[in-house]
């Protein structure tokens, strides 16, 4: 029983958006199978760190899920930027149950344990973000943070953070994030959001104030999920 983290599958199976226009994302889907059927079994599990689906509402992202559905194990998805399809927990569940999608869980004001880790996370916000619409959003972001991680201290384990925006980015941090990170001692956060060469050079990974942080893109990681021991 392992534990994995995946960033930004971006699936369009059901709108036109293909993402082999972007370097480095060609034959990004059938990569991302192979890649994972070698390394994952139905005894795993994967947190999706958003961005999961380019379809706009649920009908449109079914045949994402369909796909992420048929891949071995269990899959913990959460909020990215580009999920435009997400609803409210009672929506979403409920659809999964309609459609059958029965790996699938969703990471929103709770906490998972796998192991000896238990899974907190939210989808965070801009380093670099400001004015009123933006201190609300980042507000209720770190308040969701926190109430995740506190779900996941109940269940035991080590409690470690998944978020789709970085934290921290060359060195800039949002301090709302960031402040709960090292309030609650998150010793290990994944995170995604960032593509492109600049941005992999610039992402903040490894050790950042005690905390260790991985880059969990996909075109980041070569489209292979990222084993979390």
């Known amino acids: 029983m392992s534990l994995f ?4 599958l971006h ?32 005894d795993d599990t994967v947190v999706l760190a958003g961005d999961i689906s380019w379809g706009m509402d649920l009908g449109e992202a079914l045949p994402d899920f369909r796909f992420i ?13 580009h999920d435009y ?21 969703i990471l929103h004001n709770n906490a998972y344990r796998v192991g ?4 907190a996370g ?16 980042i ?22 953070a998944f978020l789709h925006y970085p934290p921290v980015f060359a060195g800039r941090e949002c301090p709302e994030m960031m402040d709960v990170l090292l309030q609650c001692g998150i010793k290990r956060c994944y995170y995604g959001h960032l593509h492109g060469k600049k941005n992999h ?10 905390i260790d942080f991985t880059l969990t893109a996909c075109d980041y990681t070569r489209f292979k999920p990222i084993p979390i021991n």
């Not at 036109?16 to 994952?40: C, T, Y």
């Not at 507000?139 to 470690?160: C, H, M, N, Q, Y």
């Not at 050079?201 to 005690?210: D, F, I, L, R, V």
């Open 201 to 210: 050079q610039n992402a903040t990974t490894g050790p950042y104030k005690g």
């Open 69 to 81: 559905d048929g891949l071995p194990g269990k899959k913990i998805v959460m909020k990215g930027n």
């Open 85 to 105: 399809w997400w609803e409210t927990m009672s929506k979403m569940e409920r659809f999964f149950r309609e459609n059958s999608l029965e790996t699938i869980a």
């Open 116 to 119: 000896d880790i238990s899974i």
């Open 11 to 42: 699936l369009s199976f059901g709108v036109d958006k293909p993402m082999d226009i972007f370097s480095g994302w060609s034959n990004h889907v059938e990569k991302l199978e192979e890649n994972w059927r070698a390394l994952v079994t139905d």
């Open 122 to 137: 939210t989808r965070g916000w801009f380093y670099d973000a400001h004015g009123a619409h933006d201190d609300k959003v």
């Open 5 to 8: 983290v995946l960033g930004d």
């Open 139 to 160: 507000a209720r972001e770190a308040g969701r943070l926190r109430t995740s991680i506190k779900e996941a201290e109940k269940l035991g384990g080590e409690v470690v």
